[in-house]
């Protein structure tokens, strides 16, 4: 079984400042990996994932994120935010050999002006 | 291509009777999830199909919680006798390859 911890529940960031999400997961098997966002009353909407290769993963909006596996993380990031970043963000996990997506908790992200 | 379509948004039952949530995955996707958001929380899976079959459901309540995904029509996820801890936000998800999943804008069960 996977689980999923992300280590801030809120995070507040002023606008055009950077920030980082962090993700950690734990698993006895190869994992794939993935970010969502949550906008208001909203469904998910896939920020990225890594699934293999490279260990720095660009996705849309600006934001990446990095493999680190020897550390089972999996930190998002974004150099510079712009206020309609606030939403909740979750990061997720699922086995290669699965079917199903184990999320953490989400941060929810507020840019201020 | 349209998305995930989910209905109805919102829902309000009362506690006892029955709520039906429906999903109607992306056009060539044939694997179907629910995963369901309580308050402050966040997803939690529930049920894995596939066309006819439940793949996994080891995420579903034993009681008064079911699943299904027809041949032909969309999924349902089907919640007897509501109590008002059912009250959450259920998401669908498709998924053409076991691997990326597609979600919908969700419906909000209100249990008074």
């Known amino acids: 079984a996977q689980s999923v911890t992300q280590l801030d529940s809120q995070v507040p960031v002023f606008e055009e400042a950077p920030v980082e999400l962090r993700c950690n997961y734990s698993?006895?098997?190869?994992?794939?990996l993935f970010w969502y966002v949550q906008y208001p009353n909203q469904g998910l909407q896939l920020l990225l994932k890594?699934?293999?290769?490279?260990?720095l993963v660009k996705g849309i909006n600006g934001f990446e994120a990095e493999f680190n596996k020897s550390q089972t993380s999996f930190h998002l990031r974004k150099p510079s935010v712009h206020i309609s970043d606030t939403a909740e963000y979750f990061c997720?996990?699922?086995?290669?050999?699965?079917?199903?997506?184990?999320f953490g908790g989400g941060t929810r992200v507020l840019v201020k002006p | 291509n349209a998305g995930v379509m989910q209905n109805p948004r919102h829902l309000v039952r009362r506690r006892g009777q029955e709520a039906r949530l429906r999903c109607s995955p992306m056009?060539?996707?044939?694997?179907v999830y629910w995963y369901r958001q309580l308050p402050e929380e966040g997803l939690k899976f529930m049920v894995y199909?596939?066309?006819?079959?439940?793949?996994?459901e080891s995420g579903m309540p034993k009681e008064r919680f079911s699943a299904e995904f027809p041949k032909e029509g969309p999924s349902i996820l089907r919640i007897q006798q509501v109590v008002r801890g059912d009250s959450a936000a259920y998401f669908c998800?498709?998924?053409?390859?076991?691997?990326?999943?597609?979600f919908g804008s969700g419906t909000q069960l209100s249990v008074l």
């Open positions: 998800a498709s998924s053409p390859n076991l691997i990326e999943l597609f």
């Open positions: 997720a996990v699922s086995a290669r050999a699965g079917n199903k997506l184990t």
């Open positions: 890594y699934l293999s290769g490279s260990t």
């Open positions: 199909l596939q066309k006819e079959n439940i793949i996994d």
């Open positions: 698993s006895s098997v190869s994992v794939y």
């Open positions: 056009k060539g996707h044939s694997h």
